[in-house]
């Protein structure tokens, strides 16, 4: 059974994570055919999300080692599943571009690669929250 899954942003395939295969990532054609896995295995890889342009996913993996969703890393793929990057830690906090713009400068925060979320045609940066500033201490 597939949980989570995201519309590619030309309308023509979608991608899925199921429990298939343990946490697989799989893409299959709008129409619901050619179906086919991406990142198949136990490595807990769940609710993938599409590049704005189509030629990446991201989605949240405990192949780093963590448990949980909570202890998840976030990662990104190509579609077909090569070219595997963790970008953040398990457990690191990544938040959304109004929380970093009230919070910066408080905060040092990595930009990581802009995403589609779920439903939504606009793409938003997300930030890794890295730790207090260290001029403001003091």
């Not at 179906?35 to 807990?44: E, H, K, N, Q, S």
């Not at 690191?92 to 910066?104: F, L, P």
């Amino acid at each position: 059974a597939g949980f989570n899954g995201s519309w590619s942003p030309d309308g023509r395939k979608i991608v899925f994570d199921t429990l298939h295969t343990g946490h697989g990532i799989w893409i299959m054609d709008a129409d619901g055919s050619n179906v086919a896995p991406v990142l198949a295995g136990p490595t807990g890889d769940v609710n993938p999300t599409w590049s704005p342009d189509g030629t990446h996913i991201a989605f949240l993996s405990t192949r780093a080692g963590g448990t949980g969703e909570s202890r998840g890393a976030i990662y990104t793929a190509r579609a077909d599943g090569t070219d595997i990057l963790q970008l953040t830690d398990p457990g690191q906090i990544v938040i959304g571009q109004a929380t970093y713009e009230s919070c910066k400068h408080a905060f040092e925060c990595g930009p990581l690669p802009e995403i589609r979320l779920k439903g939504k045609q606009q793409t938003v940066r997300p930030y890794l929250l890295v730790g207090q500033r260290l001029d403001t201490i003091g």
